[in-house]
C-alpha cells in the first residue's frame, strides 16, 4: 500500500475517490493538465491525466505516486455513433506509468455534440439540467443520468483501483 499520494486536483469527487480506493489522504495540488477543460477525444482526456500526475508527482517530489485524474468525453464513430462519458486515471512514480479507466458511460448525443461548442463544458450543462452548481465535485454526470445510483466518485475510484493495480501486485513486477 502507499503512504503518500499526491493527486493532481482539489476535485472533492477526485479526492473521495482516491480516498475510497486507497485509503489514503492524498496531498491535492491544483496543477495544469494540458488539455482543454472538456476534452473530447479519449487521447486528449489520457494526456491530461498524464500531464496531471506527472504534474502532481512533480510539485510534490517526496511523495510516492502522482494521480492525475481526467473526466472527459469520446464520440464512438465506429459501432453506435454515441457520445460516451469516459473517466481516466494515470499513477505515475517518476518511473513507470499506468493507466486505469473508470465506467464508460453513454449520454444524450444532444448533449455531446453540444459540448463541440468552444467553452462548453458538461458541468455546466449538468448543472443547468439539474439546477445546482458545483456538480462535477458531487455525483457529477454520472450521478445525474442514473438518478443517483452512480456517482463520479465512484467511477473515478474504479479508475483509480486499476491505475494502481500494477505497483501493488507482484504479477507485474518486472
Not at 462548453?120 to 458545483?134: C, K, P, Q
Given at each position: 500500500m502507499f503512504s503518500s499520494i499526491v493527486l493532481g486536483s482539489k476535485n472533492k469527487a477526485k479526492l473521495e475517490s482516491v480516498r475510497s480506493a486507497t485509503g489514503v489522504e492524498p496531498i491535492c495540488v491544483q496543477v495544469p493538465s494540458g488539455v482543454s477543460e472538456q476534452p473530447l477525444f479519449e487521447e486528449e482526456t489520457i494526456h491530461g491525466a498524464i500531464q496531471r500526475a506527472k504534474n502532481a508527482f512533480a510539485a510534490v517530489p517526496d511523495s510516492e505516486i502522482g494521480l492525475g485524474l481526467e473526466g472527459g468525453l469520446a464520440f464512438d464513430s465506429q459501432f453506435?455513433?454515441?457520445?460516451?462519458?469516459?473517466?481516466?486515471?494515470?499513477?505515475?512514480?517518476?518511473?513507470?506509468?499506468y493507466i486505469g479507466k473508470g465506467l464508460s458511460f453513454p449520454i444524450p448525443n444532444k448533449i455531446g455534440e453540444a459540448m463541440r461548442t468552444p467553452?462548453?463544458?458538461?458541468?455546466?450543462?449538468?448543472?443547468?439540467?439539474?439546477?445546482?452548481?458545483?456538480?462535477?465535485?458531487?455525483?457529477?454526470a454520472y450521478s445525474f443520468f442514473t438518478n443517483g445510483r452512480i456517482t463520479r466518485s465512484q467511477i473515478f475510484e474504479l479508475a483509480v483501483t486499476a491505475a494502481l493495480t500494477p505497483f501493488q501486485s507482484r504479477y507485474y513486477r518486472k
Open positions: 453506435t455513433q454515441q457520445w460516451y462519458l469516459i473517466s481516466v486515471c494515470a499513477a505515475w512514480n517518476g518511473k513507470d506509468l467553452g462548453r463544458e458538461l458541468r455546466n450543462v449538468i448543472d443547468e439540467l439539474s439546477g445546482t452548481t458545483g456538480s462535477n465535485h458531487q455525483g457529477g
